[in-house]
């Protein structure tokens, strides 16, 4: 059995992430042997050899980003232009010269390092908006492998890629993978646009696009959790993430990475509009958590000091001595207390305004108590919307909807949220992380590269 080798960004090290993803990919490379390459959390120095990360059954190799490579490529290109590009907030790229040489740079390197240790017969998986370029690169220096990408945010719009240096080297750089997977059709169509609108790609009567010699097929792979894992986490109430202090009576709850395109200013104000509107008697709160990321990058710094100035607000206007509506907390949550905490409240709001898919949607599904489910609020612009269609879908630009469906929520009777949370249910066990995984690593080790009826009319 060829091996796998996984690429992406950042290597998981000791068991910091356990989410789906990670438990995803440690499955397919446990079942099929290789390797998983990213780079080490801090900056250092550049070696030109990878290291080995023990503690695995397959291998781990590291490694590190200068001080000048996290400033031109992770914080600058991949960061503060290509981000923004894909979830459709162009008026957030900023931009320097040393951006876009720093970034193909990193790529350049990668794939040379890459190149010393892979064997002819194996597949590579590229995971990423940091690494459009990098299988261009691997084939430059002779590699002829099965080389997949999968991209976990949402596939630019066709009009906005002019913003890029250089944009007709996009569509040429990610014509070199085999196979392209994205989180939804919607993806799939935005990819296949951007194909037919140029002139030098193909698309052929099986579906997959013809780009000089190169063949390559696009398609859906919607992510999911690992379920079966995320529910015995939720069921199990020694962790009580409230401690002595006891449950709010009635509350909602958000988790994100604290990010700009989580659409959380507008939850928040949303939650105030519904404090307004709703008869707060039982004294509803939110509980949001959101650790910060990328600080460095101003488009952050931006939005924590906004939700900061709107939690002061909200809180002083409708706060009493025994409630404080808005719970805003800036850190990360262990796993199982998370887990719990999706269990216990009555609402899981995801206000995206553009997602790749938000995996924190399909979380708080798995962790409710079919008997006694809490709503899912989520946007139409999550990836995860697509499918999910029984959760109250919401457009998180409006304000007073959004409201609405806060209220709705705290308000619906069992046996609808019986019924919306089954078939909810239903959508995250079929998408599930393994399901994910294996059926990337089929297509693209089998050639398939027939694509769904629809894609082929959409
Ligand atoms: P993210 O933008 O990071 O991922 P998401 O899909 O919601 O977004 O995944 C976040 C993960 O981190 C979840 O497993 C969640 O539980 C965890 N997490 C978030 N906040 C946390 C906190 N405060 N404490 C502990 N854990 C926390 C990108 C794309 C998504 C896509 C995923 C996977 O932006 O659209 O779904 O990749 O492809």
């Not at 923004?84 to 790229?93: A, E, F, G, I, S």
């Not at 900023?94 to 720093?102: I, L, Q, V």
């Not at 100035?309 to 409630?323: P, R």
Request: hydrophobic share 40%.
């Amino acid at each position: 059995m060829s091996r796998l080798v996984v690429i992406s960004n950042r290597l998981p090290i000791g068991d910091a992430s356990s989410g789906g993803l990670v438990v995803a990919l440690h499955d397919a490379l446990e079942k099929r042997g290789g390797c998983w390459i990213g780079a080490y959390p801090e900056a250092g120095s550049d070696t030109g050899k990878f290291e080995d990360v023990e503690g695995s059954h397959y291998r781990k190799l590291a490694f590190r980003l200068t001080q000048n490579e996290v400033e031109n490529y992770y914080l600058g290109f991949a960061n503060s232009v290509l981000w923004p590009l894909c979830h459709r907030r162009v008026d957030r790229v900023s931009m320097t010269p040393s951006y876009w040489p720093g970034y193909k740079a990193v790529n350049q390197r990668l794939a040379k390092m890459i190149a010393a240790e892979i064997r002819s017969d194996d597949l590579i998986w590229v995971h990423d908006y940091h690494f459009f370029p990098l299988a261009r690169e691997l084939r430059k220096l002779g590699a002829h492998n099965r080389i997949g990408f999968f991209l976990h945010v949402p596939f630019p719009v066709l009009s906005d890629l002019s913003i890029l240096p250089e944009p007709e080297t996009f569509a040429a750089n990610i014509a070199h993978y085999d196979l392209i997977g994205l989180q939804t059709r919607g993806d799939v169509a935005r990819c296949l646009e951007m194909f037919r609108a140029d002139y030098r790609s193909e698309l052929l009567s099986d579906g997959s696009i013809k780009f000089g010699d190169r063949i390559t097929t696009v398609r859906s792979f919607p992510i999911g959790i690992d379920v079966a894992a995320f529910r015995t986490e939720a069921q199990c109430d020694e962790s009580n993430p409230f401690g002595s202090s006891g449950a709010p009576e009635k509350f909602a709850v958000g988790v994100d990475r604290l990010d700009y395109t989580k659409g959380l200013p507008n939850r928040f104000k949303a939650f105030g509009r519904y404090l307004e509107l709703c008869d707060s008697e039982n004294r509803p709160c939110l509980i949001q958590i959101a650790p910060p990321t990328r600080q460095e990058v101003s488009a952050y710094q931006e939005v924590t000091d906004e939700l900061q100035g709107l939690t002061g607000k909200i809180n002083g206007q409708f706060a009493e001595l025994d409630w404080t509506p808005i719970r805003f907390i800036n850190r990360s949550v262990p796993r199982p207390k998370l887990a719990r905490l999706y269990r216990l409240s009555h609402c899981g709001l995801v206000t995206s305004l553009a997602d790749g898919m938000n995996l924190v949607a399909k979380e708080f599904v798995a962790a409710q108590d079919g008997e006694d489910p809490g709503v899912l609020v989520l946007s139409r612009f999550a990836g995860a919307a697509e499918d999910m269609t029984d959760a109250l879908l919401v457009n998180p630009y409006d304000i007073d909807e959004t409201a609405r469906a806060i209220h709705a929520a705290f308000t619906m009777p069992l046996g609808e949220r019986r019924e919306r949370h089954a078939k909810c249910l239903e959508v995250v066990e079929r998408t599930d992380a393994s399901h994910w995984s294996e059926s990337f690593v089929n297509i693209l080790k089998s050639r398939i590269s027939m694509l769904e009826p629809w894609e082929m009319t959409a």
